[in-house]
Every structure is written in C-alpha cells, then in structure tokens.
C-alpha cells in the first residue's frame, strides 16, 4: 500500500456519510486487509496525523471544540485525516479553511477517537497480537512540540485572528 491508495480508501469512506458510518465502513475494509497492507495503513495514518501536530490546527481544534486537551487534539488530528487529502493538505496550509466543511461536519471531530486505532485493531482480530510486536512495525519520528507559534488559550482575539472563520461559526 502506498499514500495514494491510502487516500483513495479514505476517499471511498467519506461517501459513507457522517462519521459514525465512516467509522464502519473503514473498519469493515481494513478487515479485508493483509498484516503487510494494516501495517502500511497504520504507518501511513500515523505519519499523517503527526504532520498536522501545529499550533494553528489546535487553536481550531479549541475553537471548534470550547476547548481542547492534549488528547482531544489526538482525536481532532485523527478525524482531520480521516477527512480526506483535499481537506487536510488544505487545512495544512491554513487552517481556517476547516470552516468550509460547517459546524455540524466539524463537530464531529469530538468524537474521532477511534478512527485512531483502526488499523491496530484490525491487525490485532486478524494475527492475535498487537501491531507494535510485529516486526515490520515503523517507527515514526514524533515531535516534542507542535509546529509553529504557541497561543494562548484565555485569550479570544488570539483564537480568532488565527482562525477567523472558524472562530465564526462557533462564537458569536
């Protein structure tokens, strides 16, 4: 599996609907998967949701969200994959754009955290053991910190010059 046939998959999941059937629907093809192609998914997923640790995603994160601790932003990071290349390449480069996806789509992301584990899940029914035993695993390089510039958190006019639009659509 390379990165392509991983978005494609992500790609057919998104017809699925709303994140609950994503969540089945990509359970359901990753256990149709070989050991070899959940460990290339779960490599793949894991480099993916390590790209997108920056500060602007998690002030949307905190907006979308009225707030967001280290592990809601692990879920946020999941469900931001999950969205599709388009949508993460775009929210990347800025990350404001995430409000074109609505309030309803975006609330989703507090509730992702599954999404995480597919592929360690689906290896696990498959071979009876934990992905991390197997060695093929990849390690990934993770950061100690988020990209970018840090943010204050009691601060509103700093979250809502980083993400106006998103700051939009969840303050009034």
């Given at each position: ?6 978005w494609d998959i992500i790609q057919d999941s998104l017809r699925a ?112 053991k934990e992905i991390e035993s197997d060695p093929a695993f990849k ?34």
């Amino acid at each position: 599996m390379n990165q392509q046939q991983f978005w494609d998959i992500i790609q057919d999941s998104l017809r699925a609907g709303n994140a609950e059937d994503q969540l089945d629907f990509l359970s359901d093809k990753l256990e149709t998967f070989s050991k070899e192609d959940l460990l290339e998914f779960d490599y793949i997923f894991r480099q993916l949701h390590e790209e997108c640790y920056n500060w602007d995603l998690w002030a949307a994160a905190y907006t979308i969200q009225g707030g967001c601790s280290d592990d809601g932003f692990i879920d946020f990071r999941s469900w931001l994959v999950v969205q599709g290349k388009d949508v993460f390449e775009k929210s990347l480069k800025n990350s404001d754009t995430l409000a074109e996806l609505g309030r309803e789509k975006l609330e989703e992301s507090e509730e992702a955290e599954d999404f995480y584990y597919l592929a360690a899940d689906a290896y696990e029914e498959l071979t009876g053991k934990e992905i991390e035993s197997d060695p093929a695993f990849k390690e990934i390089a993770y950061k100690e910190a988020p990209d970018g510039k840090d943010w204050d958190e009691d601060n509103l006019d700093e979250l809502r010059a980083r993400n106006p639009d998103v700051f939009k659509v969840f303050w009034k």
